[in-house]
């Protein structure tokens, strides 16, 4: 990365209530010099507008968090995207198919043919969450992936136990990689 040159950002995405504040909390926690111990999960509230961290992976990349009702305005933050990250609660089974047609608009975006794209299956710790074996087949992953023009990545993780962050750590340093 040249000097004076911002640093790549990344978006994170998803429907209301995903657990995309929770998830980009523990990021940091995971990516500090000194990563610290999870510990119980700290309160959250609905993003309203945009949040924006800094993570260290080891070069610093701006994780830019946009609330799910934000959605009509996503696509003004398309152009500085190096990389994406959505989140799917499967946990709510009501919000797949929203998600869904979510996921397409975004990935049909043009400034986002290229982007790297890790869609999350967030919230694995609560009882009634889908599997991902259920969550593909609900999605159509395989039909999304096919058709996509970008390299798609999805996990399972719990933002809250810290299940899966680790290989989302990974995959962000990967991205960031490709990125610069």
Do not use: H
Not at 78 to 102: H, K, M, R
Not at 156 to 178: H, N, P
């Amino acid at each position: 990365m040249a000097a004076g040159r911002s640093p790549p950002t990344f978006l994170l995405l998803g429907a209301a209530g995903g657990g995309k504040s929770l998830l980009v909390r523990r990021l940091r926690q995971l990516s500090a010099e000194e990563p610290a111990e999870l510990g119980e999960p700290p309160a959250t509230l609905p993003t309203v507008g945009t949040n924006l961290t800094d993570l260290r992976l080891p070069r610093k990349v701006t994780v830019r968090e946009l609330g799910g009702c934000m959605g009509p305005i996503w696509p003004s933050y398309y152009g500085e995207c190096s990389a994406l990250l959505f989140v799917v609660d499967a946990s709510n089974p009501t919000q797949v198919s929203s998600s869904c047609i979510q996921l397409l608009s975004v990935l049909s975006a043009a400034p986002l043919a290229s982007v790297p794209v890790l869609v999350l299956f967030n919230k694995i710790d609560l009882p009634c969450y889908m599997s991902l074996v259920e969550m593909k087949s609900l999605f159509r992953m395989q039909d999304i992936v096919s058709c996509a023009t970008q390299p798609i990545t999805m996990l399972e993780t719990s933002a809250r136990d810290g299940t899966g962050l680790a290989e989302v750590l990974q995959w962000l340093r990967s991205a960031l990689k490709e990125a610069c």
